[in-house]
């Protein structure tokens, strides 16, 4: 069978139809490509941030741009408290249960329910209790926040009246120790249903310096047993 000879005006018409194809190919996958990285790309979303605003180097407690208003105010108060020489211990005491009311139950200020509210304030060698109390129970709904965009209805503790503080002692490990018993009413900025009374033991740290919540119940009346 005799090969075809195709002439110069075919051989050009093919060459411009394979390049029409190409340039069609490649402006198709231009587009292609274009509206992938428009519209089902998702640009890496940035994260929240926690940038601290006052830190006690001696004590150890920290203020962030995080905490809320009120938060803020009663940190400032704390931090008067421990700069007075000699301290006055009550006062020192009843402010660490307030401090740690007000953080434990502004979950609105949270990250996740790994950002424990009122840890700083509690007992050092009791803080693996509470993460697992707050983490597992108190917490458990609070959804995550990482990248700011979390749509939850939370709680935000508006002020915390002192009731009262009376001295008292306490079953720390096989020790007896002295403390304080505090007792407190707590007000939100708006009512969502959590506690409105807390009963809180605060003692001091094997330090000797700072105080610590060891004990805490949400009633005005509160019960202990001899484990403890």
């Not at 940190?75 to 953080?103: C, G, H, S, W």
């Not at 509470?130 to 990482?146: A, G, I, M, R, W």
């Not at 009246?161 to 403390?179: A, F, I, P, W």
Request: hydrophobic letters at 30%; proline letters at 2%; one cysteine or more.
């Amino acid at each position: 069978m005799a090969r075809k000879v195709r002439t110069k005006k075919e051989k050009k018409k093919i060459f411009i139809e394979v390049l029409v194809a190409l340039i069609v190919l490649l402006i198709v996958g231009g587009i292609g490509t274009f509206v992938i990285t428009k519209f089902f790309h998702e640009e890496p979303k940035e994260t929240v941030k926690v940038n601290i605003l006052q830190q006690d180097t001696n004590y150890g407690y920290t203020l962030t741009d995080q905490d809320s208003e009120y938060y803020k105010t009663e940190f400032n108060k704390l931090i008067e408290i421990i700069k007075k020489e000699p301290v006055n211990e009550e006062e020192y005491a009843t402010q660490v249960a307030r401090m740690f009311t007000i953080d434990l139950y502004t979950l609105s200020t949270k990250i996740n329910k790994y950002d424990i509210g009122g840890y700083e304030f509690y007992y050092s060698d009791k803080r693996e209790v509470l993460e697992n109390k707050v983490v597992y129970e108190f917490y458990s709904t609070l959804l995550d926040n990482t990248y700011g965009d979390r749509n939850q209805e939370l709680p935000e503790v508006s002020n915390v009246e002192t009731v009262s503080t009376e001295k008292t002692t306490y079953k720390l490990g096989d020790n007896e120790v002295e403390g304080y018993l505090v007792k407190l009413k707590i007000e939100y900025k708006k009512d969502l249903g959590y506690d409105k009374e807390a009963s809180i033991v605060v003692c001091k740290e094997k330090n000797n310096t700072n105080w610590s919540v060891v004990d805490f119940q949400p009633t005005l009346e509160p019960k202990y047993n001899e484990k403890k």
